[in-house]
């Protein structure tokens, strides 16, 4: 039977029993959706798909605003680009080191891409010294180049998060003022509060259009992700 025909049974179906046989309609109304399925399972898994982009859409509903908001400077790719991706990440997180080239080639193929990073320190117990002179180097207009040296270090501690401050030529007397700054500490808390709402709970983690995507899914999905906004 056609798609269709079987709606077109399932409209006769309920224009029948009307309201009186309303019983028997759901359970013939129901065999019909059951057959439907069995003949096409490759329904399901888009009808997977579109309930999780109705979950995440509802998640995202009243934060999105400030999910996109990038704490200033804390953006990677266009910081004018009209498609914007959300990372949550942190510098002791392996997964994200190793989307590090995933994330490089997607603002290559990707002119018109906003990056917003948000630190979530969530991993090792330096995670949020680094996550706080990330921000500060985001302060002084060096995000980018702190984010990847930072990664490309290998270590979180904190002689390697000075050395890499050093390197990127951070005001560092500055750097440190702002690191410890109620402003950072606020920001690093909205992150916390927002990967919570969202249900992230671990690094990385994406945000694309209705899409929350956990876990460094490689450049191919999240290209798709990019290309659906």
């Keep these: 039977m056609s798609t269709a025909t079987k709606f077109a049974a399932t409209a006769a179906i309920l224009a029948v029993v009307g309201v009186g046989g309303w019983l028997g309609g759901r359970i013939a109304v129901e065999r019909v959706v059951h057959d439907y399925i069995l003949e096409n399972p490759e329904i399901l898994p888009q009808a997977m798909d579109e309930l ?3 979950e995440a859409a509802k998640a995202l509903g009243g934060v999105r605003q400030a999910v996109e ?4 400077g ?5 910081p004018n680009g009209k498609v ?3 990372e949550f990440s942190d510098y002791a997180c392996g997964y994200c080191r190793q989307s590090l080239p995933d994330v490089a ?3 290559a193929k990707n002119p018109d891409l906003r990056i917003v990073v948000r630190e979530l320190p969530i991993i090792g117990p330096q995670s949020p010294e680094a996550a706080r002179m990330a921000l500060a180097a985001a302060e002084q ?4 180049q702190f984010h990847d040296a930072m990664y490309k270090a290998g270590q979180v501690d904190a002689p390697t998060i000075a050395a890499v401050a050093k390197a990127i030529g951070l005001d560092l007397d500055r750097a440190r003022r702002i690191a410890a700054s109620p402003t950072v500490e606020a920001e690093i808390g909205r992150n916390l509060e927002m990967a ?3 249900g992230f709970s671990g690094t990385p983690s994406w945000i694309a259009g209705d899409r929350l995507i956990p876990g460094a899914v490689g450049f191919d999905s999240l290209s798709e992700a990019v290309k659906a906004m």
Aim: hydrophobic letters at 40%; charged letters at 20%; glycine letters at 8%.
């Design 196 to 198: 919570q709402r969202l």
């Design 141 to 144: 207009g060096k995000y980018a």
């Design 105 to 107: 080639q997607l603002i």
């Design 84 to 86: 914007t991706l959300v």
């Design 52 to 54: 999780r982009r109705r």
């Design 74 to 78: 804390a953006v990677l790719g266009n």
């Design 69 to 72: 908001t990038p704490f200033p």
